[in-house]
């Protein structure tokens, strides 16, 4: 099946410090990924929409300079948490549609859990 | 606009018995796709099962099985046999199949933790 791969799957960093997150698809093409944000035993909220070779989408209330977005490729969109913040720490999950069980679905990657100090 | 409701905060249930998690929405759209995720404690979301707002079936993937009662706007999710690897959280969601745009992401429920008891 399709695999989304997510890299880091923890990071530590400093107050003020810029934090960037990988998100591939490994078998598939997406011309659109998802970034989805998490707090603990809450529900997954959309952030933004990435679109490859075009400006990504942000979520109502989602500040696009403090989360920029790149979708370099057709397997590649990075999550930049730019001057990170203590309340920036949370879980961070990406995601991209693929075909299988008769419908476009999303698979997720494993997520990133951000932790600024 | 979508919304998912799971009322449900958190569900026992013992080992190799049966469980309903519970699933309700509310839509405009006339044609809507549904599915479950799995989320174990690692994070990873997991795609379960999925369930089109035409099929004239219950989508059914192994010992999960979904009972969607469209006119009732209910789409419960049925695992059979329960395991101790299926303690969880599970969510929820939709979208629209016609829509365009961010309308068309998926929504989520705020999800049911599961535990299930040796």
């Known amino acids: 099946g399709a695999v989304v791969s997510q890299h880091p799957s923890r990071v530590i960093c400093k107050s003020g410090t810029s934090v960037k997150i990988e998100c591939r698809s490994l078998d598939f093409q997406a011309t659109t990924m998802f970034w989805y944000r998490q707090f603990p035993k809450q529900s997954l909220m959309l952030m933004a929409t990435s679109n490859e070779g075009s400006k990504a989408t942000y979520e109502q209330g989602v500040e696009k300079d403090k989360f920029l977005i790149n979708h370099a490729s057709l397997t590649l969109s990075t999550l930049t948490v730019t001057s990170a913040h203590p309340e920036d720490s949370s879980f961070y999950i990406c995601?991209?549609?693929?075909w299988g069980h008769g419908a476009n679905v999303l698979t997720f990657g494993a997520g990133s859990r951000l932790t600024v100090l | 606009a979508q919304k998912i409701t799971q009322t449900q905060p958190g569900m026992f249930v013992q080992e190799k018995e049966a469980v309903t998690l519970d699933c309700t929405y509310d839509t405009s759209d006339p044609s809507y796709g549904l599915f479950w995720y799995k989320q174990p404690s690692s994070g990873e979301m997991i795609f379960l099962i999925y369930q089109g707002s035409y099929d004239q079936q219950n989508a059914t993937e192994g010992r999960y099985s979904l009972n969607f009662q469209k006119a009732r706007k209910s789409a419960n999710l049925v695992i059979s046999a329960s395991q101790l690897g299926d303690s969880a959280m599970y969510f929820c969601a939709m979208r629209p199949l016609i829509s365009s745009g961010s309308a068309r992401q998926l929504t989520f429920g705020s999800g049911t933790q599961l535990t299930v008891l040796p």
């Open positions: 995601s991209a549609r693929s």
